[in-house]
């Protein structure tokens, strides 16, 4: 399975922005979809995941509203909404595929999108 994320960029503070990660290969039904963002100089952060049932889970991090996951099962792409952005969500956000039972370490990943948010 291959995984393309897009729709990164600069944003302004207290902007929004909706990330895409196109499944491409197989249908994504099989696996769990995962979020990760690289702030610069920091490690990876789980953000999320969903299922082609349409089940989310969020870290707990998070849970305040202002991110938001979800799919087009049709479109075979999983989608993150960031709202309300700040200067510490200026990362390299990633999406990834497992199996589940499996590690994401062991799953599938696309190259991430950057997303810079200035004042």
């Known amino acids: 399975v291959q995984l393309q994320a897009s729709g990164g960029g600069l944003v302004q503070t207290g902007g929004s922005l909706r990330l895409s990660c196109v499944v491409s290969?197989?249908?994504?039904?099989?696996?769990?979809m995962g979020w990760f963002r690289q702030a610069p100089g920091k490690g990876r952060e789980f953000i999320g995941s969903?299922?082609?049932?349409?089940?989310?889970?969020y870290v707990e991090d998070f849970i305040k509203g202002r991110f938001t996951i979800s799919s087009d099962n049709a479109k075979n792409t999983v989608y993150l909404h960031v709202e309300s952005l700040k200067s510490e969500d200026t990362a390299v956000y990633s999406c990834?595929?497992?199996?589940?039972?499996?590690?994401?370490?062991?799953?599938?990943w696309g190259q991430g999108t950057k997303v810079t948010v200035s004042s």
């Open positions: 290969g197989s249908s994504f039904r099989p696996y769990v």
């Open positions: 990834a595929a497992r199996v589940p039972g499996s590690t994401w370490d062991k799953g599938s």
């Open positions: 969903i299922d082609w049932s349409g089940g989310v889970l």
